[in-house]
T-cell receptor
Framework: QQQVKQSPQSLIVQKGGISIINCAYE??????FPWYQQFPGKGPALLIA?????SEKKEGRFTISFNKSAKQFSLHIMDSQPGDSATYFC??????????FGQGTELSVKP | KAGVTQTPRYLIKTRGQQVTLSCSPI?????VSWYQQTPGQGLQFLFE???????NKGNFPGRFSGRQFSNSRSEMNVSTLELGDSALYLC?????????????FGPGTRLLVL
């Protein structure tokens, strides 16, 4: 049973545009929601994370929006650049639990 | 500070064999987690070790096992390999349990089972 559903599976955005990736979760016990970025041949790297007590967190061009009542959260990449082309994973974890990943979104930013 | 290192980086085995993968966490990190990454199933949690004790386990058969040593280094073993075990195996370390702390991933070991 997949507990974190991620969409879209792939995304093509023009340089300078906004990339939006969405995730939905089922387990209300989750209390930490990280996003990971993975380049080919590399392991995932933490990009940004949020806890459910805040509705939005921004770090540079990356923003997480969190909707606790809808059990959804999303990643917005502003002014997308070709260097942002990578696979993005949302994830969720509850205290003492294991990290559950979404299926991943392959982002391609066209110059 | 050196990052998470995994050895070997690439491995080719045949069905029925067994394999051992190694992970050295970032210095001072006490938690090590293992993940299997495949195109079809994505990133799936295998197990987490903290202070030499398995703290969490994913939904994988008993052929998959692991351990952690007193220096926090970890190994995972897969016995009686199947074609479907071909995957990228990722190790990640953190200071505390994964639910409390940022994880740092290694580059992975790519296993091909023929």
């Amino acid at each position: 049973q997949q507990q974190v559903k991620q969409s879209p599976q792939s995304l093509i955005v023009q340089k300078g545009g906004i990339s939006i990736i969405n995730c939905a979760y089922e387990n209300t016990a989750f209390d930490y929601f990280p996003w990971y970025q993975q380049f080919p041949g590399k392991g995932p790297a933490l990009l940004i994370a949020i806890r459910p007590d805040v509705s939005e967190k921004k770090e540079g061009r990356f923003t997480i929006s969190f909707n606790k009542s809808a059990k959804q959260f999303s990643l917005h990449i502003m002014d997308s650049q070709p260097g942002d082309s990578a696979t993005y994973f949302c994830a969720a974890v509850k205290s003492g639990g294991k990290l559950i990943f979404g299926q991943g979104t392959e982002l391609s930013v066209k110059p | 500070k050196a990052g998470v290192t995994q050895t070997p980086r690439y491995l080719i085995k045949t069905r029925g064999q067994q394999v051992t993968l190694s992970c050295s966490p970032i210095s001072g990190h006490r938690s090590v987690s293992w993940y299997q990454q495949t195109p079809g199933q994505g990133l799936q949690f295998l197990f987490e070790y903290f202070s030499e004790t398995q703290r969490n386990k994913g939904n994988f058969p008993g052929r998959f096992s692991g351990r952690q040593f007193s220096n926090s280094r970890s190994e995972m073993n897969v016995s009686t390999l199947e074609l479907g075990d071909s995957a990228l195996y990722l190790c990640a370390s953190s200071l505390r349990l994964v639910s409390q702390e940022t994880q740092y991933f290694g580059p992975g070991t790519r296993l091909l089972v023929l």
